[in-house]
Every structure is written in C-alpha cells, then in structure tokens.
C-alpha cells in the first residue's frame, strides 16, 4: 500500500500571497514600516521611562517642534545625497545666514518696511552658498566632500567676521511674534517643517525632476550619456540644499531671538544620519523623503527621551551613533540584494 501525499490545498495561493508581501516588504513601503515600528518603539520606551510626563501633548509636539529644524535641513539634503553627493556646509551656512539677516541695517530696514526681508536675505544667502557649491562640484570638477568641506570653513568665517565674533540680537517684534505663534494650535516652525516636507516629496517622487536625481545617483555617465544636463541639475540639487539651509536659518533666528555664527554647529552630521537612517543610500540612486521625516522624528524622540532621563551626552552620542551604523549595515544588505536581483 502506498502512501500518498498530499499537498494543502491552500499551498498554491499562498506562495503568491507570500511572494507579495515579500516583494512589499523588501520595497519602500517595506522600509518605511520598518522605520515606523522603531518610531513607535521608541516611544513606548520613552512611555515607559518617562511615563506621564513623555506622553503630554506639550511634550509631544516640543519633540517635533525640536526636529523641525533639523528636518527642514535633511529635506533639502535627501535630494543632494539621492544623486550621489554630499553637503557638509549646510551647518555653516546656517549660521552665515542667520548673522546676515540679524544685522542691525536689516533688522532697521526690516522694521520700517517689512521682516520679509530678513527672511529673503537669510534664504537668499543660503541658496547663493548652495550656487557657489554647485558650480565649484558641477563645472569645477570638485569632488562634493572637498567643495562643501571648503565652504564649511569659509562660511562659518565669513559668519564670524559679519558678527564680529557677537550675537546679532533680533528685536523686530513682527518677525518675533509670527514664527512664534501658532495655527490652529501648532506651532509655525512645525507648519514650515511639513510644508517643506510635503514639497519636497512631490519634487523628488511625483516629478521628472527627482526621476532625473534618481537616475544620476544611479548611474552618472549613464544618465549624461541618455541626454540629461547633469551639470545644471547638479547645481540646482545644492541650491535647494542652500535653501534649506536658509530656510532653517530663519527658524533658528525665530527660536533663539539672535543671529549667531555658532548657529547650525554640527547640523550636517545629524542631518546626513537623518537621512541615511530614514532609507537613502549614501551612494545614491535611491532616496526618500517620507524616511527622512521618520529618520527625524526617530533622533529627536531619542533625544527627548535622554534629556528627560538625564542620560550623560557622552552616552547618547555613543547610542546615535551605534543606530547610524546599523541604519548604514542595513543598507549595505539592502545595496547588496538589489544588486543581485538586476
């Protein structure tokens, strides 16, 4: 007698069913849940050690509020590292903008007009350091890490020079009492870091112009040889990197009353971890803006959370920067699986 096997009957529709949600799970809304599930993680830890006072609704939008500078920064540089690059003076920049739109002849020419123009000079000087970036990478052949490593130095001088080594003090109240104040019960340097965000994702995901960043992080000779004007979109790439920096130049003159040229210390690190642990490769050809605002929150959240348990700085640097090198292990694998599929 012999013994026959049997096959589930339900085996041949959940082989596709489990192919599907692998090819989900491996794609970008796999990485994104992924990303969520720590975010969410995280904050039951910070339930559970800081209980009450963690889940305060003040507490929670101080933590977005907090990332909201940061955000607005990583915004602008997902697009630079997408197509393969690097910007380490977006820091430097910030603070550069912020004593420019602090000076006292502004601030008088502010108050008699209208503080617009201390926004449009800080956004301003910011994109014009991403131009200068841009054109030394894009037409001076300048590897991007020596570029932007060179304006690092040279705008936080220039920002030391225009301060005379001083805090730039902001007294117009207009300016002030507006990016101080709330809509609907949010602050507005949350509104600016979502209006930021949202922008940025339709540029780099619904438009050909993220397609092209995306195909010249991808494969650079390939895109110039397919027709793409690599250089020029090389330089708008760190324009909109200046913007932002600009941009967040403006939040901080509003956070802290004062243009400074220490403003913006460190930003590029956190922003460049920002990024990579929200999903974009630092090699480029893959970039997205949804993980880069997850990738915020994530730093800000840990952040809150040590700062209210009085963890030692030392400790939390170590912990960013262990979570930094799993985010970048991770994409190595993921790197390494995309190139065998092709």
Not at 4 to 25: N, Q, W
Request: glycine share 12%; proline share 1%.
């Amino acid at each position: 007698m012999s013994e026959t096997t049997t096959t589930p009957a339900a085996t041949g529709s959940e082989a596709p069913a489990s192919g599907a949600l692998r090819r989900i799970l491996s794609g970008t809304a796999g990485r994104n849940l992924g990303l969520i599930i720590a975010l969410l993680v995280i904050v039951v830890v910070g339930w559970i050690t800081g209980q009450e006072r963690f889940m305060d609704l003040g507490n929670l939008v101080t933590i977005v509020r907090y990332g909201s500078i940061l955000g607005v920064v990583a915004i602008g540089m997902t697009f630079v590292i997408t197509a393969g690059g690097i910007d380490l003076s977006v820091g430097s920049v910030i603070g550069l903008a912020s004593v420019v739109a602090s000076l006292s002849w502004i601030q008088n020419a502010s108050a008699q007009s209208t503080w617009l123009l201390m926004v449009v000079v800080a956004i301003a000087v910011g994109g014009l350091a991403g131009l200068v970036n841009g054109i030394v990478i894009a037409y001076g052949k300048v590897v991007p890490f020596i570029a932007t490593l060179a304006m690092l130095v040279a705008a936080r001088g220039l920002a030391e020079i225009f301060a005379n080594k001083t805090t730039q003090v902001v007294s117009v109240q207009g300016f002030l009492s507006f990016f101080r104040g709330n809509l609907l019960g949010i602050p507005w340097l949350i509104w600016i870091f979502a209006i930021v965000a949202v922008i940025g994702w339709f540029l780099l995901a619904r438009t050909t112009f993220g397609r092209r960043t995306v195909a010249i992080g991808g494969n650079f000779e390939a895109a110039r040889l397919a027709g793409l004007k690599v250089k020029r979109h090389t330089v708008s790439l760190y324009v909109i990197s200046g913007l932002t920096a600009g941009i967040a130049a403006v939040m901080f003159l509003a956070r802290t009353n004062a243009g400074s040229s220490t403003h913006g210390t460190l930003y590029e690190l956190d922003a460049i971890a920002a990024v990579v642990v929200g999903g974009t490769l630092l090699i480029g050809g893959r970039g997205t803006i949804v993980g880069t605002v997850l990738g915020v929150l994530i730093f800000s959240t840990l952040s809150n959370i040590f700062t209210m348990n009085n963890l030692n700085i030392s400790v939390q640097a170590v912990v960013k920067g262990v979570i930094i090198v799993a985010a970048v292990l991770l994409q190595q694998r993921l790197a390494e699986r995309s190139t065998r599929s092709r």
